[in-house]
């Protein structure tokens, strides 16, 4: 039992080294020495919890995402406004992580196989949630044009946080609580 504990706080101090790292540097500039630096564990330690630097920024990335989720357990009860704002709550909230996952989608699922699976499952998943609140709040919207309409209002999305990873100064919660007005 304590060796699990000291597991789960080795995991924890190298989940928080990469966000501070990711937060300070970017994630070019955060390196798995620094991360292993900073968390105060060995290389070794690293690897029996991880695979990778990917792996830890991934992991990042998604519990900020669930931090927003409106719908945590997944019970299909959150409104396609609900999505909308918890998306928008991603962007708003760590602006650092959500440039960081741009860049994630944009660039290192285009060069890396196993990210290129984990983005589009992320974005199929999140697609089905976005497409059962479009229906639950629209019971005479056919399946296909909800899916339609769904993948729309998403890569209008992320566009939308690609302007906003470019640009700092656009206003991504306007224009992105627009898009379902």
């Known amino acids: 039992m304590a060796r699990y504990q000291v597991g789960i706080r080795t995991e924890g101090r190298i989940l928080e080294a990469a966000r501070e790292l990711l937060g300070e540097l970017g994630l070019d500039g955060t390196t798995l020495k620094a991360i292993c630096e900073l968390a105060g564990v060995r290389v070794g330690s690293f690897y029996n919890l991880f695979d990778s630097k990917e792996t830890v920024v991934l992991r990042v990335v998604a519990e900020a995402i669930a931090a927003v989720d409106p719908d945590p357990a997944h019970l299909g009860t959150e409104t396609l406004d609900d999505l909308v704002e918890a998306y928008i709550a991603f962007f708003t909230k760590d602006p650092v992580v959500a440039r960081i996952y741009v860049q994630i989608a944009v660039s290192g699922a285009l060069n890396n196989g196993e990210l290129h699976h984990r983005i589009l499952r992320h ?53 992105a609580r627009a898009v379902t007005s």
Not at 123 to 140: L, T
């Open 123 to 175: 974005h199929e998943q999140r697609a089905d949630r976005f497409r059962a609140a479009m229906q639950r709040d629209n019971p005479a919207l056919a399946a296909g044009e909800a899916s339609d309409r769904t993948e729309i209002l998403l890569a209008t999305l992320n566009g939308l946080a690609f302007r906003a990873a470019l640009d700092s100064e656009f206003e991504f919660a306007r224009h």
